[in-house]
């Protein structure tokens, strides 16, 4: 089974620009989630998909944030202008049932705003 | 105050040895919990639930008390491989998960 997978996995980007996150998760799986790990603090969780609704988006930053699943398949997230506090680890996780003990992560795409 | 918290380590210990981590949780609605391992620039990976009645996976015990909102980790017989980052979760129900800073374990042969 292939795993969560997300692109690109690394982005440098200048403060004011866009960037645009890709997150594959597993076939199958129904639940989608973004989480985000800035330098030195922990993994913050951002959003949660269920096939193309938004549950929860309660960890979302800020309005320059913005995440969609068309389709209930795969997810984007985009930073909307980029600011230098966005820099960090953006990952993705999927799962198929409910509850966080079923999460599978992406390796993440690693974000520098300069 | 974070609502999870863990000692950030480092943690360095000799192959053969046996180390705890501890983590504490502020909210006490929380209802589920679990350790993750994190390997350098790597994903999270599930290392186990944890549960009240206490559960074992081989080397690994995990424990849990309500009371006092207090989450353990024990790993015995260390590895070389056993080196990383332990997060500990914490689960307010529904899906949203709440992350520890982890706290980091190096093995040493």
């Known amino acids: 089974e292939a795993g969560v997978t997300q692109f690109p996995s690394h982005s440098v980007i200048e403060k004011g620009q866009t960037v645009t996150l890709r997150c594959d998760p597993i076939s199958g799986h129904d639940n989608l989630y973004w989480y985000r790990r800035v330098m030195g603090k922990e993994i913050k969780f951002l959003l949660h998909f269920v096939k193309e609704s938004k549950q929860d988006e309660s960890g979302m930053p800020n309005n320059r944030f913005l995440a969609e699943r068309t389709g209930g398949t795969y997810s984007t997230l985009k930073v909307q202008p980029a600011e230098l506090e966005d820099s960090g680890v953006y990952f993705c996780a999927s799962s198929r049932d409910r509850g966080p003990e079923t999460q599978y992560f992406g390796p993440g795409t690693r974000l520098l705003v300069l | 105050r974070k609502e999870v918290e863990q000692d950030p380590g480092p943690f360095n210990v000799p192959e053969g040895a046996t180390v705890a981590f501890n983590c504490t949780y502020s909210n006490s609605a929380s209802q589920s919990f679990f350790w993750y391992r994190q390997d350098c620039r790597k994903e999270p990976k599930l290392l186990m639930s944890?549960?009240?009645s206490g559960n074992e996976d081989g080397r690994f015990t995990a424990q849990l008390n309500r009371a006092s909102q207090y989450i353990s980790l024990l790993i015995r017989d260390s590895k070389l491989s056993d080196s990383a980052t332990y997060l500990c979760?914490?689960?307010?129900?529904?899906?949203?998960?709440?992350f520890g800073a982890g706290t980091r374990l190096f093995v040493k042969a």
């Open positions: 979760v914490v689960g307010r129900g529904g899906f949203k998960t709440i």
């Open positions: 944890v549960y009240s």
